[in-house]
Structure formats: C-alpha cells, structure tokens
C-alpha cells in the first residue's frame, strides 16, 4: 500500500489552464521528487528537494514549478498547460536522498487537449 | 554521460519459463543500481539495490545480480503475476537517477 499519495488520477485540461498536481506523504522523507514518463521512455526528472523551503529544477523542469512549504507535501503547478505537457507525472520521496530507493506515488495522468 | 539500456525491449514468457532481463549501464563511480517493478497504471515499486561486483539479492522468483558493467534481473519459473515492466536504475549528479526504458515482461499461463 502506497504511502505517498497523488491527486488527480487522471486530469483532461484545456490548453492554457493554470493546474497543480498534489503530492503528499506520511514517511517524514525529507526528499522528494517529481519525474516525467512517457508509455515506454524513460523517466526524467522535472524537480526535487532536499526539504522544507528547498527546491532544484532537474532535466525537464521546463515551464512548471514547485514547492515545499511542509514536509508531507510537494505540489506541481503548470501555470498554462500545452498538449507537449500530456503525460505522466510521477511523485516520489526517499530517507536519505543520494543512493537510497524512490517510494513512488501511482502517478496522474495528465492530458492537454 | 551517464547512461542506462536495457533489453529485451519487450519478453514474453510462458509460466515457468525461466528467462533473464539485462541492464546495461555508464556511469562514472557506480553507488548503486536499482531495479524496480511498475505494473500498469502505477509508480514503479522498489524491488532490489545493488552496490558492488558480484553482489546478489533475491526475492521470491527474482534474482539480481551485477558486474562492473551491467546487471541481470533472473526470472525463474515465472507466473502469470510477475507481469510487468522492470526498470533499473542508477544514481548521477545530484539527487537524479539514470533510469532505463525498462523491459515489458508478459508471462502467459
């Protein structure tokens, strides 16, 4: 059972909407990330943080932003979604960040119309 | 540049045919490899890390293992249920990991 939560499931948005996906998790993991998955491709990585007040932009941090107000909560913004946004998003934590494994949440799966 | 390959693209299995998955990866100072399992609609769920030449890991059907070069994900016997996609993956810079495209195992009964 997934201890790391992620709402929607599933988002159908039109082009130039401002939406937030939702991460949340109840390990106390000081490390959290947001990754991209395309069917088939590999994941890539939009953000991270090291904690509280502490963001970095990864790979594909493109047009979206992050936050980290708390501990338990790292929240996606696009603030105007396009159809090159449509795919999976993928929220993630660990202990220990560097070398330790990713808990994932189940992901939303974003399509812009 | 790190990088991380995995083959076959796609394997297809009949229950209780034995079969491997091959991770191949570049990295400059390897802290790990990771192999993890992601059904259909969720986020890929840890399964193994491995550290050094040599180490094996095992769980239930699985088994890991890993050279200087590459690792090997060991299916035995599989059942219908081990479908899914397997992923590995390493660590880079920062606080990224390299993940390969995964392999698509589909065991049939």
């Known amino acids: 059972e997934a201890d790391i939560y992620q709402t929607p499931r599933y988002l159908v948005i039109g082009t130039g909407k401002k939406i937030t996906l939702e991460c949340s998790q109840t390990?106390?993991?000081?490390?959290m990330y947001w990754y991209q998955q395309d069917p088939g491709m590999e994941l890539h990585l939009i953000h991270y943080?090291?904690?509280?007040?502490?963001?970095e932009k990864g790979d594909l941090s493109s047009e979206s932003t992050v936050s980290r107000i708390r501990t338990e909560h790292f929240p996606l913004t696009l603030e105007s979604a396009r159809p090159s946004h449509t795919s999976q998003y993928l929220c993630?934590?660990?202990?220990?960040?560097?070398?330790?494994?990713?808990?994932f949440g189940n992901g939303t799966r974003l399509t812009v119309t | 540049e790190d990088q991380v390959t995995q083959s076959p693209e796609a394997l297809r299995l009949q229950e209780g045919e034995s079969s491997s998955l091959n991770c191949s990866y570049t990295?400059?100072?390897?802290?790990?490899l990771f192999w993890y399992r992601q059904d259909p609609g969720k986020g890929p769920e840890f399964l193994f890390t491995?550290?050094?030449a040599g180490e094996e890991k095992e769980k239930e059907r699985l088994k890991a293992t890993l050279t200087k070069k590459e690792s090997f994900l060991h299916i035995t016997a599989p059942k219908p249920e081990d479908s899914a996609t397997y992923l590995c993956?390493?660590?880079?810079?920062?606080?990224?990991?390299?993940f390969g495209p995964g392999t698509r195992l589909s065991v049939l009964p």
């Open positions: 491995l550290y050094s």
């Open positions: 390990m106390g993991h000081d490390k």
């Open positions: 943080s090291y904690g509280v007040n502490s963001t």
């Open positions: 993630a934590s660990s202990e220990y960040g560097d070398g330790s494994p990713l808990h």
């Open positions: 990295v400059s100072g390897l802290r790990g």
């Open positions: 993956a390493v660590p880079t810079y920062g606080q990224n990991f390299v």
